[in-house]
């Protein structure tokens, strides 16, 4: 059975924000397509269909950069529409003139309409020219006092998007090996008791029972366990309301071996219900 794609089909004013837009539809799963002729959207989506769901979300943009070619927009969006069970949703971006010249003069770029024409002029000719465009638009954004971020739970709110669970990377490491780079909170648990130092446990890893139950044993360990988990319940939904699309947490011990591996072992688990968790021991099979 194929899966017909949501599709969402993106114009607007040069400078509204369509760019960040597109990454951030991205960011959420969509397969983006910048700067696409009308006519060929079709095709594209038709390929999509027969991607065994693949390509579940499409999100295309266009605007009057493909001049002549652009024409053909709302010709299109009926056409797609036509068809059973496409779900085509047609969204315009708009800013305000002022913020418009903003955006301009801070990225140096000429509009794409008239670049030889004083900007003011080319803004206006620009809404005259998608004034019909804008009419016919599902969903009308208005960029004008938005950060990129709000922008993004805008988007969120009109596919209901928000819903989906973060993915969220729960990382174990030793600090003698240096932090991970890509890390945005790191928890350090060297103040607990080491199994390295005991004969019987040095030889195995925080994957494997004795090692994990001896790490755990301990009250701080408990209380330990118990605070983080409570502090990332509260972060995950405003890390996700805030239009965050990923988190990476490190634990590091000394080696990476012990302790780290047993408290990520504990958190990742924990965090199951709420994220989709991938667990790595970056630094386990290291020696010594």
């Not at 900007?119 to 938005?146: F, G, K, P, Y």
């Not at 971020?149 to 988007?155: S, V």
């Not at 405003?238 to 012990?258: A, D, M, P, Y």
Request: glycine share 6%; aromatic share 8%.
């Amino acid at each position: 059975m194929t899966l017909r794609p949501q599709t969402i089909i993106l114009t607007g004013m040069s400078g509204a924000g369509k760019s960040v837009a597109m990454q951030a539809l991205e960011d959420i799963g969509f397969f983006c397509v910048d700067n696409l002729p009308p006519a060929l959207m079709p095709r594209l989506l038709e390929m999509a269909e027969h991607a065994s769901g693949t390509l579940g979300k499409v999100a295309f943009a266009c605007d009057l950069r493909g001049g002549a070619l652009f024409k053909p927009l709302l010709m299109t969006v009926e056409e797609l529409r036509q068809r059973k069970d496409m779900d085509v949703v047609l969204v315009f971006l708009d800013a305000d003139d002022a913020t418009l010249v903003r955006r301009y003069k801070a990225s140096r770029r000429r509009h794409p309409l008239s670049p030889s024409a004083r900007l003011t002029e080319s803004i206006q000719q620009e809404r005259e020219v998608l004034a019909s465009v804008r009419v016919a638009c599902d969903i009308v954004i208005d960029t004008s006092d938005m950060a990129v971020g709000r922008l993004k739970q805008e988007l969120q709110r009109h596919f209901q998007l928000h819903a989906e669970r973060m993915p969220v990377h729960v990382l174990s490491f030793g600090f003698k090996y240096g932090v991970p780079l890509d890390a945005d909170m790191i928890f350090d648990v060297r103040f607990l008791p080491n199994p390295y130092y005991v004969d019987d446990l040095r030889p195995f890893t925080g994957e494997d029972d004795p090692v994990y139950d001896y790490v755990m044993q301990w009250p701080a360990s408990k209380q330990f366990v118990t605070k983080t988990e409570e502090m990332l319940d509260f972060l995950l939904p405003e890390f996700q309301s805030e239009g965050k699309t990923h988190l990476v947490v490190g634990i590091g011990c000394t080696g990476g071996r012990h302790r780290s591996v047993a408290i990520a072992r504990h958190i990742a688990n924990h965090l199951r219900a709420l994220a989709d968790v991938d667990l790595t021991h970056r630094d386990r099979n290291r020696e010594g």
